[in-house]
Nanobody
Framework: QVQLVESGGGLVQAGGSLRLSCVAS????????MGWFRQAPGKEREFVAVISPSGGTYNPDSRFTVSRDNDKNTAYLQMNSLKPEDTAVYYC???????????????WGKGTKVTGYS
Protein backbone atom coordinates (compact mmCIF):
# COMPACT_ATOMS: atom_id res chain seq x y z
CA GLN A 1 0.00 0.00 0.00
CA VAL A 2 1.16 3.50 -0.77
CA GLN A 3 2.45 5.47 2.17
CA LEU A 4 1.97 9.22 2.19
CA VAL A 5 3.82 11.42 4.66
CA GLU A 6 3.01 15.09 5.11
CA SER A 7 5.33 17.66 6.61
CA GLY A 8 5.73 21.39 6.89
CA GLY A 9 2.96 22.27 9.28
CA GLY A 10 3.44 24.57 12.21
CA LEU A 11 2.49 27.81 13.90
CA VAL A 12 2.09 30.79 11.63
CA GLN A 13 0.99 34.36 12.19
CA ALA A 14 -1.91 35.76 10.22
CA GLY A 15 -0.73 36.88 6.82
CA GLY A 16 2.15 34.44 6.81
CA SER A 17 2.92 31.53 4.51
CA LEU A 18 3.68 27.86 4.79
CA ARG A 19 4.53 25.16 2.29
CA LEU A 20 3.38 21.67 3.02
CA SER A 21 4.98 18.63 1.45
CA CYS A 22 3.62 15.17 0.84
CA VAL A 23 6.04 12.38 -0.04
CA ALA A 24 4.67 9.18 -1.55
CA SER A 25 6.39 5.84 -1.28
CA UNK A 26 5.02 4.35 -4.51
CA UNK A 27 6.92 4.51 -7.78
CA UNK A 28 3.64 5.04 -9.64
CA UNK A 29 3.19 8.45 -8.03
CA UNK A 30 3.16 10.20 -11.40
CA UNK A 31 0.08 8.22 -12.48
CA UNK A 32 -2.22 9.58 -9.81
CA UNK A 33 -3.94 12.75 -8.76
CA MET A 34 -2.88 14.27 -5.46
CA GLY A 35 -5.44 16.01 -3.35
CA TRP A 36 -5.13 18.19 -0.29
CA PHE A 37 -7.82 18.28 2.36
CA ARG A 38 -8.10 19.75 5.82
CA GLN A 39 -10.06 19.20 8.98
CA ALA A 40 -10.52 21.96 11.49
CA PRO A 41 -11.37 21.20 15.12
CA GLY A 42 -14.98 20.15 15.43
CA LYS A 43 -15.60 20.29 11.70
CA GLU A 44 -15.78 17.84 8.84
CA ARG A 45 -12.89 17.32 6.51
CA GLU A 46 -13.00 19.61 3.48
CA PHE A 47 -11.34 19.84 0.11
CA VAL A 48 -8.49 22.32 -0.40
CA ALA A 49 -6.84 21.64 -3.76
CA VAL A 50 -5.96 18.92 -6.24
CA ILE A 51 -3.36 18.38 -8.94
CA SER A 52 -3.69 15.94 -11.81
CA PRO A 53 -0.90 13.59 -12.92
CA SER A 54 -0.04 15.99 -15.74
CA GLY A 55 -0.05 19.06 -13.50
CA GLY A 56 -3.50 20.53 -13.97
CA THR A 57 -4.78 22.09 -10.80
CA TYR A 58 -8.01 23.04 -9.12
CA ASN A 59 -7.88 25.23 -6.05
CA PRO A 60 -11.03 27.19 -5.16
CA ASP A 61 -9.12 29.40 -2.75
CA SER A 62 -6.43 31.29 -4.67
CA ARG A 63 -4.33 31.63 -1.51
CA PHE A 64 -3.55 27.93 -1.81
CA THR A 65 -1.45 26.61 -4.69
CA VAL A 66 -0.77 22.94 -5.33
CA SER A 67 2.19 21.61 -7.27
CA ARG A 68 4.08 18.38 -7.71
CA ASP A 69 7.52 17.04 -8.52
CA ASN A 70 7.11 13.59 -9.99
CA ASP A 71 10.86 12.94 -9.90
CA LYS A 72 10.73 13.33 -6.12
CA ASN A 73 7.37 11.63 -5.60
CA THR A 74 6.31 14.78 -3.80
CA ALA A 75 3.29 17.04 -3.85
CA TYR A 76 3.25 20.50 -2.33
CA LEU A 77 0.67 22.89 -0.98
CA GLN A 78 1.77 26.50 -0.85
CA MET A 79 -0.40 28.48 1.53
CA ASN A 80 -0.23 32.28 1.53
CA SER A 81 -1.99 35.03 3.46
CA LEU A 82 -2.92 32.56 6.14
CA LYS A 83 -5.73 33.33 8.54
CA PRO A 84 -6.50 31.95 12.00
CA GLU A 85 -9.48 30.14 10.47
CA ASP A 86 -7.08 28.13 8.31
CA THR A 87 -6.12 26.28 11.46
CA ALA A 88 -6.59 22.58 10.74
CA VAL A 89 -4.89 19.29 10.17
CA TYR A 90 -3.95 19.13 6.51
CA TYR A 91 -3.97 15.80 4.70
CA CYS A 92 -2.72 14.71 1.33
CA UNK A 93 -4.36 11.89 -0.56
CA UNK A 94 -3.73 9.92 -3.72
CA UNK A 95 -6.32 8.73 -6.19
CA UNK A 96 -7.05 7.83 -9.80
CA UNK A 97 -9.35 10.78 -10.48
CA UNK A 98 -8.65 14.51 -10.28
CA UNK A 99 -11.57 15.48 -8.12
CA UNK A 100 -12.53 17.29 -4.92
CA UNK A 101 -14.53 14.23 -3.85
CA UNK A 102 -12.60 12.64 -1.01
CA UNK A 103 -14.34 9.33 -1.60
CA UNK A 104 -12.29 8.87 -4.78
CA UNK A 105 -8.97 8.78 -2.95
CA UNK A 106 -7.53 5.45 -1.86
CA UNK A 107 -4.46 6.49 0.12
CA TRP A 108 -4.19 9.10 2.83
CA GLY A 109 -1.43 10.54 4.93
CA LYS A 110 -1.72 11.04 8.67
CA GLY A 111 -1.78 14.79 8.36
CA THR A 112 0.24 17.77 9.45
CA LYS A 113 -1.13 20.44 11.77
CA VAL A 114 -1.28 24.09 10.81
CA THR A 115 -2.13 26.64 13.47
CA GLY A 116 -2.73 30.23 12.54
CA TYR A 117 -2.85 33.02 15.07
CA SER A 118 -3.57 36.73 14.94
Amino acid sequence: QVQLVESGGGLVQAGGSLRLSCVASARAFSNYAMGWFRQAPGKEREFVAVISPSGGTYNPDSRFTVSRDNDKNTAYLQMNSLKPEDTAVYYCAEGPVTTPDERQYFSWGKGTKVTGYS
